[in-house]
């Protein structure tokens, strides 16, 4: 049976939903009620045994965050990520024998130490493994953190595998290139390039939520589309099967050089399963292939359905390839402003739900910031990545080099700051939002309208 595109995402609505709840009778009445109106038997089957399959797996997830051993532990512990700086200690996620644990690591000494580690590294720890308390345990599950590891001592470090050796040599250099640009620009290109925001003050940090930019620096499918766009010359002269297999190994190394957060897994999946469509010659319709990134993602690790970060790039993508090309289409008279204003506007609509709820508001002026900040943003990373590359092996060639990146970070970040400052108070940005949104269903009203107008005229190509 072959499932339409709607199918699909009713389909991966009923997953998430069902992970989220857990209960497996729970799971059987949404798949029931949501695939009812299709009227196929086979479709209410095959989501209710997705759905509680789901449920099931949630379950299983959620008791897998108890920890089979706690106490004293002296060995050999995998880095997870790189460490994360905090204004008084630094936070690092360890496997410690197949489990997860946080160090937070306190005192100066031993934060200059812990921040030298990176993802990948195999670091010999001697410390006590603790529980976490109930809030505690909520808010890391989606990163499978099952403790606390009180660190008393770490002495040898051992690189880790060849492909942490490879990705840890391109931060590096990204790392030695970034050093080359003044004040908080340097932190800045590494967010965008490769994701990389530990050392970003906490007032950039806030002035690029405030004007609805930090999606920027959160590696996303713009990012894998740019490493793609800039291998397509050498993967256009492959076979099929054998530029499949290099597209899908270059997106796998670009997830695990950007250490796999969640927003740059769903768009690696997204990527990977567009490329196997095409090499196969079926449809690639971009909301088929998200719901079907969402489910599988999410059966396959049901705790992403607690990461806002998830959450945030499921939205905007939906947003992106459903309301921006539709408010694009009746935004024809702005010209060459009507396709980034129908994807900004669609982006926001994608994320209002997720972004309301976590941090209380929707910027209005993002509109704006986002229109002025991607392209350029968009640029950077295009850019940042080579010359990034070759900047940090070659040090004499980064003041040239990095000379574009430079002015590419200022521009972004001015955007951020002035967006800050602009951004109005109390209830005006709601009234804002309720404006655009009026006008933009005018806008849709009047478009719709006018391409009834002309079908009924005769016109052979309707806007619609």
Not at 33 to 51: E, K, Y
Not at 61 to 73: A, E, K, V
Not at 370 to 387: E, F, I, R, S, T
Request: charged content about 15%; aromatic content about 8%; overall charge positive.
């Amino acid at each position: 049976m072959q499932l339409s595109d709607f199918g699909v995402v009713v389909l991966a609505i009923v997953v998430a939903v069902s992970v989220w709840a857990g209960e497996p009778l729970v799971a059987v009445a949404v798949a029931f009620a949501a695939t009812l109106p299709f009227r196929s038997v086979v479709l209410v089957a095959v989501a209710i045994v997705l759905a509680v399959g789901g449920a099931v797996r949630s379950d299983h997830s959620w008791d897998g965050l108890r920890p089979d051993q706690l106490g004293h532990f002296e060995g050999w512990v995998r880095l997870v990520d790189d460490p994360q700086p905090y204004p008084s200690s630094t936070r690092v996620i360890v496997d410690v024998d197949g489990e997860r644990y946080e160090i937070w690591s306190r005192g100066r000494a031993q934060q200059l130490r812990v921040r030298a580690w990176r993802g990948g590294q195999w670091i010999s720890v001697s410390g006590r493994r603790t529980e976490l308390d109930a809030q505690r345990a909520g808010r890391v599950a989606w990163q499978h953190v099952v403790g606390e590891f009180d660190l008393d001592w770490a002495s040898d470090v051992n690189e880790g595998g060849p492909i942490a050796v490879a990705s840890n040599r391109v931060r590096r250099a990204i790392e030695r290139a970034a050093t080359t640009l003044p004040d908080d620009d340097g932190a800045l290109f590494r967010g965008l390039v490769v994701g990389d925001d530990r050392d970003q003050p906490r007032a950039m940090i806030n002035r690029f939520r405030a004007s609805g930019l930090s999606h920027l620096t959160a590696v996303s499918g713009q990012n894998v589309a740019f490493v793609l766009a800039a291998c397509g010359p050498l993967l256009r002269r492959l076979r099929r099967w054998l530029r499949l297999g290099v597209t899908v190994g270059l997106i796998l190394w670009f997830v695990t050089l950007t250490r796999f957060e969640p927003s740059i897994v769903r768009a690696g999946t997204m990527a990977s399963l567009s490329a196997m469509a095409y090499a196969t010659g079926r449809e690639r319709a971009p909301i088929r292939i998200l719901a079907l990134a969402v489910l599988g993602l999410v059966l396959i690790d049901p705790l992403l359905v607690w990461s806002i970060g998830f959450w945030l790039s499921v939205g905007a993508t939906t947003g992106v390839i459903t309301v921006g090309p539709a408010l694009a289409k009746r935004f024809e008279a702005l010209g060459p402003f009507a396709l980034p204003l129908g994807i900004t506007l669609g982006a926001q609509a994608g994320v209002v739900i997720p972004v309301t709820l976590v941090f209380g508001r929707l910027p209005l002026v993002s509109i704006p910031a986002n229109l002025l900040a991607v392209p350029v943003a968009g640029a950077v990373m295009l850019y940042g990545m080579p010359a990034g590359l070759v900047a940090g092996w070659l040090p004499v060639t980064a003041p040239v080099l990095m000379a574009p990146a430079r002015l590419g970070t200022r521009w972004v970040d001015t955007v951020a700051l002035l967006g800050e400052r602009l951004e109005p108070g109390g209830v005006w940005p709601w009234v804002g939002w309720v404006v655009v949104v009026i006008v933009s269903v005018i806008c849709v009203a009047v478009g719709v309208r006018r391409g009834k107008n002309q079908t009924l005229h005769g016109d052979p190509s309707p806007d619609w």
